[in-house]
């Protein structure tokens, strides 16, 4: 009990430093009613695991995201195969949600390009760049979620948004990731995305992560659910063979983005 009360505590500090960049220690105390000596002893855990930088009076956020448009630079050819890959799955009438991310970004592009068998579609997003690739540009209906900016993702996030999400019901989930592993499961560079992406899992008949070979192997902070808990998994051909072993062990479909390997 003790160390799952240690690890909410330091959920909620990176919670608020990821909404604030920075915290006193006195305001953390205070707003989840602990002692000052508590605060920085968790300040100096997550110091230590390189979450956060230690500064007089309190802490800093260590910016673990990359970028939005360095992102879009990273793995570019394989995010495009796994976007192009996962439109397959898209039928007339279906009830889609894209994630925020690069690898949406690609799969929202192929869908502009056109889907001559999809007549019908609704598409919800809380990806901003997302919506924008698409409104215009297609004939199925588009909801962007609203909500506060995370301008690291371009996206919505937020109380507005879970409630929003909360109202709806989807049949696939195209869901991003920073990272995946076995044992560490499907994680997320920041807390505030992770929140909504389980919150669109919780409204989904299906999950499907589109998620390029090159973040296997990786655990980001934040965890979204554990490994075998999505349906499908969208990849390229990069994929290592203890990943390919893993998601055959866990009960998860492999759909290669190139044809099978």
Known sequence: MADYL????????????????????????????????????????????????????????????????????????????????ATRLLKSGQTIYLDAGTTSLEMARAIAQGLPQVTHLHIATHGISIATELAGRTPYQLQLIGGEVYQNALSTVGPVALARIGELNFDLFFMGAGGVDADAGWTNSNHVEAVVKRAVIARSKSVVTICDSAKWGQASFAPIVPFGEVTRWIVDRGLAREGIEAARAAGITLTWAEGPP
């Open 6 to 85: 240690a690890d909410h505590r330091l959920e909620l500090i990176m919670s608020e430093l990821s909404a604030r960049g920075e915290c006193r220690t006195r305001q953390l105390a205070e707003k989840f009613q602990l002692s000052e000596m508590t605060v920085r002893r968790d300040l100096a855990e997550l110091e230590a695991r390189g979450l956060l930088r230690r500064v007089h009076g309190g802490a800093v956020m260590l910016n673990r995201d990359v970028e939005y448009a360095q992102r879009l630079e990273l793995g570019h050819l394989e995010k495009q195969l796994v976007g192009r890959a």
